[in-house]
Each structure stands twice: as C-alpha cells, then as structure tokens.
C-alpha cells in the first residue's frame, strides 16, 4: 500500500512540475475583494496544492484522533463489562453454596435408602 501511495504522490509532483514549467506567466490572484497579488500560475499552483495537503493533513489527524478518543471509550466500556462479569459470577457461585447443602450434611435413615 505504501509504494501505491508513493507512485500517485510521484505522478502527482511530476504533473506539478510540468505544468509549472509550462505555465509561467503572471496573473492576478484575488485573495479578498480589494486585496490582490500578482503571482506566477505555477506558483499559485503551488500554494493552492500545499494548502490542500496541508487540510488534508489536518483532516486525516482530526480523523485519527476522533477513532482513539471512541476506541478508548470502548476499551473502558470493555473494562467495565468485564468487572461486571467477574462480580456476576462471584454472586453467581455465592448463591449456589448457600442454596444447597453440602452431600455430608444429608443423613437419611437407613430405613430410608433401602425402600
């Protein structure tokens, strides 16, 4: 995955640099009405790529820590779920030795188990 990556950042830069070489000419950037700057097509370009990987980057980092914050919910919830579980069970085997005797303590007459 990773060289796939590699190859379309490689294509991308590559078709970056022949358009800047192509395009050299000065225009006009509007940046907000009434303030504007003259730049090179390329150099425009240039910022423009750079301001969208830079978001991109941003949005992949805002992205990775939302999934962390959620798995750490999870993991505790997980924790949670599991004490509960170990508390049942405790309980659980409490109720059972109180509910019955223990086979020592069951003494029939001897009439009895022979009928």
């Not at 796939?4 to 950042?9: G, K, L, M, Q, S």
């Not at 970056?16 to 509007?30: G, K």
């Not at 303030?35 to 910022?47: E, H, M, N, S, T």
């Not at 790529?49 to 941003?58: C, H, K, R, S």
Request: contains cysteine; aromatic residues 10%.
């Amino acid at each position: 995955m990773r060289q796939f990556n590699f190859a379309v950042i490689f294509i991308f830069c590559l078709a970056l640099v022949f358009f800047s070489i192509e395009n050299t000419e000065v225009t006009t950037v509007v940046i907000l009405p009434g303030i504007q700057i003259k730049i090179a097509i390329a150099v425009a370009l240039f910022i423009a790529a750079g301001l969208g990987a830079t978001l991109a980057w941003f949005f992949s980092l805002w992205t990775r820590l939302q999934q962390q914050v959620i798995l750490n919910q999870k993991s505790a919830q997980i924790q949670e779920l599991n004490s509960k579980i170990e508390k049942y069970q405790l309980e659980i085997q409490s109720l059972k030795r109180s509910a019955l005797p223990p086979a020592s303590d069951l003494h029939l007459p001897q009439e009895q188990i022979l009928a």
